[in-house]
């Protein structure tokens, strides 16, 4: 049984950090795809970063690209997300995904992820 738990949300002021962590059981973080979604209401979930956490292969949303890093801790079993600079339009129900692909796919979608947690609200104000 798959389970992800996300926890690390909560609100900060615009230009602020916060980092976001997956804790997995049931599933080896090191062996597959992941990522990381968020969504806002009245909006699709989007795709944040996504990782092949077996070879480092990375991929953002262009929105984030250089604000924020997707890493991993294989010891610890747990998925981060470290999100700097937040900005308003960062505010959303961030959730963490994992797949059961080997590698994550170019075409970044919820579709291809398998699992997923229960969210964790981010708002920046």
């Known amino acids: 049984h798959v389970q992800l738990v996300e926890s690390g949300g909560g609100s900060v002021q615009a230009g602020g950090s916060l980092r976001l962590s997956c804790a997995a059981s049931?599933?080896?973080?090191?062996?597959?795809?992941m990522g990381w979604f968020r969504q806002s209401p009245g909006k699709e979930r989007e795709g944040v970063a996504q990782?092949?956490?077996?070879?480092?292969?990375?991929s953002y949303a262009d929105s984030v690209k250089g604000r924020f890093t997707i890493s991993q801790d294989n010891a610890k079993n747990t998925l981060y997300l470290q999100m700097n600079s937040l900005k308003p339009e960062d505010t959303g129900l961030y959730f963490c995904?994992?797949?059961?692909?080997?590698?994550?796919?170019?075409?970044?979608?919820?579709?291809?992820?398998?699992?997923w947690g229960q969210g964790t609200q981010v708002t920046v104000s």
């Open positions: 049931g599933y080896t973080v090191s062996r597959y795809c």
């Open positions: 990782k092949t956490t077996s070879s480092g292969s990375t």
């Open positions: 995904a994992a797949g059961d692909t080997w590698y994550c796919l170019s075409d970044f979608r919820a579709r291809n992820f398998d699992y």
